[in-house]
């Protein structure tokens, strides 16, 4: 497993990335999580890469500052460059023994600079900023911060919650403005819509025209969302396909180099590396990039540098091959087991009324079992789904046949008939795909590590106009694909 183009250091685990671009180099600060117990202390470290898929560790940025310091935890915050080229790292501190009025942990916002182009940093407690009035002491976290032009002056965004109202909806994007980088105001409100828990690692930034204001939320949805507008000041519209990715692709952050935006997040572990556990914070870093549409709205999809890497071609579906299922399914495997990384492109030409179709990954010999990324027409969505199910019991009706899919990885985007694409990059335990280049669905899948590849349909007709699989490798791979595969009716 190689994993080029994701990023997890040895023994840990990646949290939430502050992306700096400089020079064509991208310097990805992330959290770095053990998840060791007793907990001893999170610090920023810093990896740095230029092409996308090769990450360069360079060690701890900022140490957490001890046990006793207010910053014995450091957490989400930005990166900026002042006119005498000095750096300044804005960021959240936490110590679980340091209460606030609220009676939660103490969250504050510190600051550090950096002379030395980002080698070392000296930390000015001086500038210590926390919750200012009407905002609570524990949530007040994920500062950005950027120059506004206009204005001639710094602005800081912050996650934090109001003190009043109802408790689930007093998520807010706080405020502040300085002209040096040191003395802080309050300001209005950046942005509150008082609909869910938090927002939280927000950032804002021009492209043409537009502006965009992304966050994270954690409520009825564990996603990263955007919103966009012609000024800064808003007022903001909501997409009608507002979110990057689905619920294990979290705190997602951008940088941008040249005309290309790229989004820097995690794709969430499961505890017990199974695919019924539960969703853990912190796992692997990926990398999504976003096109802009001319209605200003955005598209999401793999780097192109990542998809490069894949370019042994191991197996194909001949184009133009047919799966008729009217009222029933159908499907074509391959012969052999996947190799343990690959990437398949696979483009339908769906016809009308057709229910379903779909790729399948790490399946039976029959196609039983595996995991299924099935496209629904009629619903407009992708999922992904797997057989076998959990069983609560012994008896047929007690396995979790009632679940759909996997629910919280629905992923909505329009599929009239016609052609539509399906790409999927399957790296060991990590899932991404993508529909249309436009729609993607990160995830992990542990319970399978093995097994075929294939399309299917399900009540309906779709022409198989392509359906490549390559790796980075085959002579490496310890399983290849054949040319060839074989086509069954079930």
């Known amino acids: 497993m190689s994993q080029r183009g994701f990023y997890r250091p040895d023994g840990a685990w990646v949290g939430d990335v502050i992306p700096y671009q400089e020079d064509g180099v991208f310097h990805l600060f992330y959290l770095h999580e053990t998840r060791r117990t007793p907990k001893e202390g999170m610090p920023w470290k810093r990896v740095v890469t230029e092409n996308l898929v090769d990450f360069h560790e360079t060690g701890v940025a900022i140490a957490s500052g001890g046990n006793q310091a207010a910053d014995f935890n450091i957490y989400t915050g930005s990166i900026v460059r002042d006119d005498d080229g000095v750096h300044h790292a804005f960021y959240t501190g936490q110590n679980p023994d340091r209460l606030g009025a609220d009676g939660l942990p103490l969250q504050l916002v510190l600051h550090a600079t950096s002379r030395d182009g980002m080698q070392s940093w000296q930390r000015h407690a001086a500038d210590t900023l926390g919750a200012t009035a009407g905002y609570e002491t524990g949530d007040w976290?994920?500062?950005?911060?950027?120059?506004?032009?206009?204005?001639?002056?710094?602005?800081?965004?912050?996650?934090?919650?109001?003190?009043?109202?109802?408790?689930?909806?007093?998520g807010v994007i706080a405020q502040c403005t300085s002209r040096d980088l040191t003395r802080w105001e309050p300001a209005a409100p950046f942005w509150d819509p008082r609909r869910t828990v938090a927002?939280?690692?927000?950032?804002?930034?021009?492209?043409?025209?537009?502006?965009?204001?992304?966050?994270?939320?954690?409520?009825?949805?564990?996603?990263?969302?955007?919103?966009?507008?012609?000024?800064?000041?808003?007022?903001?519209?909501?997409?009608?396909?507002?979110?990057?990715?689905?619920?294990?692709?979290?705190?997602?952050?951008?940088?941008?180099?040249?005309?290309?935006?790229?989004?820097?997040?995690?794709?969430?572990?499961?505890?017990?590396?199974?695919?019924?556990?539960?969703?853990?914070?912190?796992?692997?870093?990926?990398?999504l990039e976003a096109e802009q549409r001319s209605d200003g709205t955005l598209a999401f999809h793999p780097a192109a540098e990542l998809r490069e890497t894949f370019d042994e071609a191991i197996s194909s579906i001949p184009a133009g091959t047919i799966l008729s299922a009217p009222d029933g399914y159908a499907d074509a495997l391959s012969p052999d087991d996947s190799p343990d990384s690959f990437r398949v492109v696979a483009r339908f030409d769906i016809a009308e009324g057709t229910r379903e179709c779909g790729v399948l990954l790490r399946a039976s010999a029959d196609g039983d079992e595996g995991y299924v990324l099935r496209l629904e027409p009629q619903r407009d969505r992708l999922v992904l789904d797997r057989w076998p199910r959990r069983q609560t019991g012994t008896e047929q009706w007690q396995i979790s046949g009632d679940v759909p899919f996997v629910i919280e990885l629905e992923r909505p985007v329009p599929l009239g008939d016609g052609p539509h694409t399906l790409e999927v990059i399957v790296d060991g335990d990590i899932c991404v795909a993508t529909v249309d280049d436009a729609v993607v669905l990160s995830t992990r899948i542990y319970d399978r590590p093995v097994g075929r590849i294939g399309a299917f349909v399900g009540e309906g007709t779709v022409t198989v106009t392509e359906f490549s699989v390559s790796t980075r490798d085959a002579a490496a791979e310890a399983a290849p694909l054949t040319h060839d595969l074989l086509t069954s009716t079930n």
């Open 141 to 170: 976290r994920d500062p950005y911060v950027f120059w506004d032009a206009d204005a001639e002056l710094w602005r800081m965004l912050i996650t934090a919650r109001h003190t009043d109202g109802p408790l689930r909806r007093r």
């Open 199 to 287: 927002y939280e690692c927000p950032e804002v930034f021009q492209w043409g025209d537009w502006w965009y204001l992304v966050s994270s939320e954690f409520s009825d949805a564990f996603t990263t969302r955007y919103r966009m507008a012609r000024s800064l000041h808003g007022p903001w519209i909501v997409p009608a396909h507002d979110t990057l990715d689905g619920r294990a692709f979290y705190a997602a952050k951008s940088a941008a180099r040249g005309d290309r935006r790229l989004f820097f997040g995690w794709i969430a572990t499961r505890e017990g590396t199974a695919d019924d556990g539960a969703w853990q914070w912190a796992g692997t870093m990926s990398v």
